[in-house]
């Protein structure tokens, strides 16, 4: 079964420090996406990155970076030089793709809090 | 282009009551997914709509239980309301299936 696990359940840093936020996934399945969101206090779930199975290349978009590591079953974030604006609860989440897609599955969540 | 919209954004009930919440997808999206948020569980997969049939359903109760329209919209029903039912009820869609879910604001149900 499909599972995804944010061992960081919270993290406090000042601004300006860079921050990562660990996934760690299990599937059987041999394809298979990743996704992270952000979720602000307003509620709403923002799209960051998808990443298919197939494709470990990490990602950089702006001060956002994706280290995709099949070997490990991971695929952290990092933030680099933090703002006040990335305080968010964020998510990592797998669905698996062998026979049908499947509905995302998330992991529990990291609070991180940037102080200024 | 407008997102994911949800309604009401906020709905408060009495034990036993039901409740129905909306969601219209962006627009030329089939599919349609509910997820619960309650606290300290993070989120939860409910159901899962794609050309107004059930494709999937997460580990709730027959209480739980929704459709799907023509025009892709969807409602979600929840009846004989518990305190524990009490969460934000999220709204995704996507395109077929391009593994890009896109969220509404999600319509906050609190259970009294």
């Known amino acids: 079964a499909q599972k995804v696990t944010q061992a960081q359940t919270e993290i406090s840093v000042v601004e300006k420090e860079d921050v990562t936020l660990d996934c760690v996934y299990e599937t059987r399945d041999t394809t298979y996406y990743l996704f992270w969101y952000k979720q602000p206090p307003s509620g709403e779930l923002v799209f960051l990155i998808r990443?298919?199975?197939?494709?470990?290349q990490n990602e950089i978009s702006g001060r956002y970076s994706w280290n995709f590591q099949k070997s490990t079953s991971s695929f952290n974030f990092t933030i680099t030089a933090s703002q006040v604006v990335d305080s968010a609860v964020y998510f990592c989440a797998l669905s698996e793709a062998n026979s049908g897609n499947t509905p995302l599955v998330f992991g529990k969540g990291t609070r991180l809090s940037v102080i200024a | 282009e407008a997102g994911v919209t949800q309604s009401p954004t906020h709905l408060i009930k009495t034990r036993g009551q039901q409740a129905t919440l909306r969601c219209s997808p962006i627009?030329?999206?089939?599919?349609v997914y509910w997820y619960q948020q309650a606290l300290g569980l993070g989120l939860q997969f409910l159901l899962w709509?794609?050309?107004?049939?059930?494709?999937n359903r997460g580990n709730f109760p027959p209480r739980f239980s929704g459709r799907q329209f023509p025009n892709y919209s969807s409602e979600l029903n929840v009846n004989a309301l518990e305190l524990e039912d009490s969460a934000l009820y999220l709204c995704a869609s996507s395109p077929l299936w391009t593994g890009e879910a896109f969220f509404g604001q999600g319509t906050r149900l609190t259970v009294v």
């Open positions: 990443r298919n199975s197939f494709d470990e």
């Open positions: 709509y794609d050309e107004g049939e059930e494709r």
């Open positions: 627009s030329g999206h089939t599919s």
